[in-house]
Every structure is written in structure tokens, then in C-alpha cells.
């Protein structure tokens, strides 16, 4: 009797395009535990308002998301740049009922086998 065993690991990119999945649709329909996934626990948001840079902490930004509350948010992945255990993401969040595209830049770390997101800068323009 013969057995062959086929095991499909994930390549880097994959897995770090499930992290930003978990970030695009956790907060795009009120899954505060998808969002978490994808955060690391020590992660800052950062942006400029007013000529000032803001920094929210990332459990406090989970927190403005409530289990079951959807909102109108469409998110895509633009770009992945990946090297050993360092990585780096574009992605875009429209809200149309805002008119208005978020660009998210998203440094990531494999940190014990697991992509996370580190660290989030941002900004925003209408359309």
C-alpha cells in the first residue's frame, strides 16, 4: 500500500494577505476578533490632521468596532513587498456613503510564525 502525503503551506505573501483579509472585512462587518488577528497587541495608527501627527492606539481603535455592526467599507489590496520576515502593504478603504478613499500603509513583522501588522499610517482624500 502506498500513501503520499501533500501538505500546501502557505507562502509568506498568502499569509500576509489573510492578516490584511482579517483587517479589510473585520472592520468592514463589525468582527472586532478578525481585526485582532491582524493587529499586533502593541500596534499606533498614525496620521496628520491639522498639520498635527495623530497617534491612536490599535486596542483602541478595535474598540470603535462592535460584533455584528457593518459598515460601508470596500477595501483592496494593492501591493505586498516582502523580504524574509519583514513586509510592507498598500491597501485602500473607500467609504462611499463619505465619498471619501483611505490609503493604509501597513508594516507588517512575522513575529513567532505569524504575520501582524505593526504599525498603520494613513490618510484620506474625497472623490
Given at each position: 500500500?502506498?500513501?503520499?502525503?501533500?501538505?500546501?503551506?502557505?507562502t509568506?505573501?498568502?499569509?500576509?494577505?489573510?492578516?490584511?483579509?482579517?483587517?479589510?472585512?473585520?472592520?468592514?462587518?463589525?468582527?472586532?476578533?478578525?481585526?485582532?488577528?491582524?493587529?499586533?497587541k502593541d500596534?499606533?495608527?498614525?496620521?496628520?490632521?491639522?498639520?498635527?501627527?495623530?497617534?491612536t492606539?490599535g486596542?483602541?481603535y478595535?474598540?470603535?468596532?462592535?460584533?455584528?455592526?457593518?459598515?460601508?467599507?470596500?477595501?483592496?489590496i494593492?501591493?505586498?513587498?516582502?523580504?524574509n520576515?519583514?513586509?510592507?502593504?498598500?491597501?485602500?478603504?473607500?467609504?462611499p456613503?463619505?465619498?471619501?478613499?483611505?490609503?493604509?500603509?501597513?508594516?507588517?513583522?512575522?513575529v513567532?510564525?505569524q504575520?501582524?501588522?505593526?504599525?498603520?499610517?494613513?490618510?484620506?482624500?474625497?472623490?
Amino acid at each position: 500500500m502506498l500513501c503520499v502525503q501533500i501538505s500546501f503551506a502557505q507562502t509568506d505573501k498568502e499569509q500576509i494577505k489573510e492578516t490584511l483579509l482579517h483587517y479589510i472585512e473585520g472592520t468592514a462587518n463589525g468582527s472586532p476578533e478578525r481585526i485582532k488577528k491582524a493587529f499586533h497587541k502593541d500596534l499606533n495608527l498614525y496620521s496628520v490632521s491639522n498639520d498635527t501627527l495623530s497617534i491612536t492606539n490599535g486596542q483602541k481603535y478595535i474598540s470603535y468596532f462592535r460584533e455584528g455592526q457593518k459598515r460601508d467599507r470596500v477595501g483592496k489590496i494593492i501591493s505586498i513587498d516582502v523580504v524574509n520576515n519583514a513586509a510592507i502593504a498598500k491597501v485602500e478603504i473607500d467609504v462611499p456613503s463619505r465619498n471619501r478613499l483611505y490609503t493604509d500603509y501597513m508594516m507588517l513583522l512575522k513575529v513567532a510564525g505569524q504575520w501582524k501588522i505593526i504599525h498603520k499610517s494613513y490618510t484620506s482624500e474625497n472623490y
